[in-house]
């Protein structure tokens, strides 16, 4: 089946550790995207990456790493610095073009205690 | 900065009714506006993309409606069923990059169709 992974479903960790949450994707798409969402809230853009070894940060970026060393993975690390982290985590994927849609992973929700 | 807004943010109604769901952005500069379905604890799912130079686009009892000049969209749900129930998000496509520089969300219309 092809589609986007993330994996945990559920993580915690304690206050000050650094994370990192898990986005795989078998769809053979250029651009990759990490939201998070909060009870209420729209997603909000952290980072992107349209191709390979490349990415742009979003609208709230401070506090979060990414990396996309592969066309298939893109790995967010929520660090220490991130004042808030515990939300929800979807990344996404699309095809590139302004006709494609972006397809989502079934979500990361990540507890700092 | 381009704000997107989605009225109602909650409705309940009765089942079969046809039923409307709002969203309006700021900034027309826009590749793209695309609805997505939300069920809870769940990812999205993708409805209905409008390219910025269409109006509207249709899928079985879903059709969606772009107004870019005004900076509005429309959802329309014929002939509700309870399995309609979850949350609709609307989200532009930002008008930069190739269109591949990411979505700006709306809050959501959290639906609920009464059996």
């Known amino acids: 089946d092809g589609g986007i992974t993330q994996s945990p479903k559920y993580l915690f960790r304690k206050e000050g550790q650094n994370v990192t949450l898990s986005c795989e994707q078998n769809l053979n798409h250029d651009a990759m995207y990490w939201y998070r969402q909060d009870p209420g809230q729209g997603l909000r853009l952290i980072y992107y990456s349209q191709i390979v070894n490349d990415f742009q940060k979003g609208d709230i970026a401070e506090g979060y790493s990414v990396s996309r060393e592969k066309k298939e993975s893109f790995p967010l690390t929520v660090t220490s610095a991130q004042k808030n982290p515990t939300a929800f985590y979807l990344c996404?994927?699309?095809?590139?073009?302004?006709?494609?849609?972006?397809?989502f992973g079934p979500g990361t929700r990540l507890t700092v205690l | 900065k381009q704000e997107v807004t989605q009225i109602p943010a909650a409705l309940s109604v009765p089942e079969g009714e046809n039923l409307v769901l709002n969203c309006s952005f700021t900034d027309s500069a826009i590749y793209n506006l695309q609805w997505f379905r939300q069920d809870p604890g769940k990812g999205l799912t993708s409805l209905l993309l409008?390219?910025?130079?269409?109006r509207e686009q249709t899928s079985g009892r879903l059709n969606a409606s772009l107004d870019k000049s005004s900076g509005r969209s429309t959802l329309y749900i014929a002939a509700s069923q309870p399995g309609d129930s979850a949350t609709y998000l609307c989200a532009v496509e930002r008008g930069s990059g190739g269109g591949a520089d990411g979505l700006t969300f709306g809050k959501g219309t959290h639906l609920i169709i009464q059996p």
């Open positions: 409008i390219q910025s130079s269409q």
């Open positions: 996404a994927s699309k095809r590139g073009g302004n006709t494609d849609t972006q397809y």
